[in-house]
């Protein structure tokens, strides 16, 4: 009587997964007894090396208005250097470069989608300051301007050197 392949291959496996089925039976029906256990204590007590933690209050962070001298020097400046940018990365398309940021890149297409790029970095930049700002991260409020300030500045300087 001819045998197939499947048939060889099935066979030695369904007897070893049948075997291991028994012999795990044995262990399925092991179960503790609670009535064995020991009673849970009546209470429990911290360590005696332990003691309660005390609150600690925290000094209130120097708060200031969202719209003061510092940040409109830093959202003025962050918007002059992203028209800035704008001005020179859109010269630089027009006499053939190519845009270096994979993120600008999808809106160098056309004029108009270039200026909504910039002008959505200069109003996003506001925005995480003002999340910040509103979340009592003061120093983070200012990082956020100045951060970009100099990514702008910096492609500014690179497409100015190398057009």
């Known amino acids: 009587m001819p045998t197939t ?10 007897a070893l997964l049948l075997v291991l089925l028994g012999l795990c039976g044995p262990a399925v ?5 609670f009535s064995l256990l020991p009673p849970p ?3 429990i007590e911290p360590a005696a090396f332990v003691k309660p ?3 600690v209050t925290l000094p209130e962070a120097p708060s200031h208005k969202f719209w003061d001298r510092e940040n409109s ?4 400046t962050n918007a002059a250097l992203c028209t800035a940018d704008f001005v020179v990365t859109r010269n630089n398309l027009r006499n053939g470069g190519q845009e270096l940021n994979p993120f600008t890149r999808v809106f160098a297409g ?9 002008a959505g970095e200069a109003v996003g930049v506001a925005g995480v300051s003002y999340l910040f ?6 120093k983070l409020e200012r990082v956020v301007s100045l951060v970009n300030i100099g990514s702008s500045a910096a492609a500014v300087t690179f497409d100015v050197a190398h057009h």
């Open 133 to 138: 700002h509103k979340t009592g991260h003061h």
């Open 5 to 14: 392949w499947l048939g060889e291959i099935a066979k030695p496996k369904t």
């Open 73 to 76: 020097i830093l959202f003025a």
């Open 110 to 118: 056309s004029t108009a989608g270039l200026a909504v790029n910039f």
């Open 41 to 43: 204590p009546k209470s």
């Open 29 to 33: 029906a092991q179960q503790v007894s």
């Open 53 to 55: 933690a005390e609150p």
